[in-house]
């Protein structure tokens, strides 16, 4: 089965290497410091290695050891968490150079890039397939565990409230409380609290936000120009997209950000019922979940818009 094998793996290997997605979030480092964390009580030594690190998640335990870059080159694991291709893997070249691969992940567009892939699409967050495979694999999740992967699975359920939300989601959430880990401190933490660079962003995004397509379709945008302006910090565009999907009427609501000062946007898109963003994302090259995808398009504001809209108006 799949996770002996991965256990094999980890049990072999003497450097282990765990890495995650570009712009991370709170599931792609949740996961991440939870392996970290799991690992130490197997007696395992890793090393994380994450370039924008959002000053939010600095409480997570072992935040502290998350390196930029390692001075070793060919490790004898690593392992993909929270990431649906080579691509859009951050420290890219660790994984390529390793001897063994293993890729654990929640999104139905996942590549499988790994020598060992252990993905599973229904799982909400990629943190709640940890809470199985530790499980598995007789590690006990401790509060500082705990609170990594409800990190995770707090942001990636919106804060309990996707459809995606299992009652295993709910259970574990209880054991966890019952462990001590501060649930509605977390909370407070990775939904609530905006930094001053995400509440002044958010005000230019509802600004300028269209409703568009009969008030099927919200979009909104931000140049580097406004993140110049308002001194972001990393992480100060999360949770933006939210606002659209909240207007009564909206299907699908749609947010750019400009890249790098080009004529390049990344978008973010997120939808409510029956459109599935992810496959229009895909047609893009990128992709993500059914309510909730990304991808990278060419253009200025206008063509983007222009792009996306194409393919949107044939489902909506
Ligand atoms: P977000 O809009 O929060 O950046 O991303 C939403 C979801 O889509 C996340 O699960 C994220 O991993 C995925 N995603 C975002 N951008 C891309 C992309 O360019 N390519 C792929 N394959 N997935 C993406
Ligand atoms: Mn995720």
Same mark, same amino acid.
């Given at each position: 089965m799949t996770l002996d094998n991965i256990? $094999?793996? =980890? +049990?072999?290997?003497? #450097?282990? =290497?765990?890495? #995650?997605? $570009?712009?991370? !979030?709170? !599931?792609?480092?949740?996961? #991440?410091?939870?392996? %970290? #964390?799991?690992?130490?009580?197997?007696? +395992?030594?890793?090393?994380? =290695? =994450? %370039?924008?690190?959002?000053?939010t998640f600095e409480f997570l335990p072992n935040a502290k050891e998350i390196k930029q870059e390692s001075e070793i080159k060919k490790y004898d694991l690593a392992v993909s968490l929270d990431c649906t291709d080579l691509r859009r893997l951050v420290g890219r070249e660790y994984f390529e150079e390793a001897k063994r691969t293993i890729v654990i992940d929640h999104h139905g567009t996942n590549s499988m890039f790994g020598d060992i892939n252990f993905v599973n699409p229904v799982a909400p967050a990629c943190c709640e397939i940890l809470v199985g495979m530790l499980t598995y694999f007789n590690i006990e999740i401790t509060k500082e565990i705990g609170t990594c992967i409800l990190t995770g699975i707090i942001t990636d359920t919106g804060g309990f409230k996707n459809q995606g939300t299992t009652s295993e989601t709910f259970e574990f959430t209880a054991e966890l409380l019952r462990k001590g880990v501060k649930v509605s401190e977390i909370y407070r933490k990775v939904l609530e609290i905006k930094t001053r660079g995400n509440f002044e962003l958010l005000k230019r995004t509802l600004n300028r936000m269209e409703i568009l397509e009969n008030g099927k379709v919200a979009f909104t945008y931000i140049t580097n120009q406004d993140e110049e302006e308002v001194n972001i910090e990393i992480g100060d565009h999360e949770g933006l997209v939210e606002e659209g999907r909240r207007i009564e009427g909206v299907e699908v609501s749609i947010f750019i950000r400009q890249k790098n000062h080009e004529d390049s946007y990344k978008v973010s898109m997120r939808s409510n019922s029956y459109v599935n963003v992810s496959d229009i994302c895909y047609v893009f090259g990128g992709g993500g979940h059914p309510k909730a995808a990304g991808c990278l398009i060419q253009g200025n504001i206008e063509q983007v818009k222009e792009k996306l809209l194409k393919e949107i108006r044939k489902v909506i």
């Open positions: 256990l $094999e793996e =980890i +049990k072999k290997a003497q #450097t282990i =290497i765990l890495l #995650t997605h $570009e712009a991370p !979030d709170g !599931d792609a480092i949740g996961s #991440t410091l939870a392996m %970290k #964390t799991a690992l130490k009580t197997l007696g +395992k030594e890793s090393d994380v =290695i =994450i %370039k924008e690190f959002p000053r």
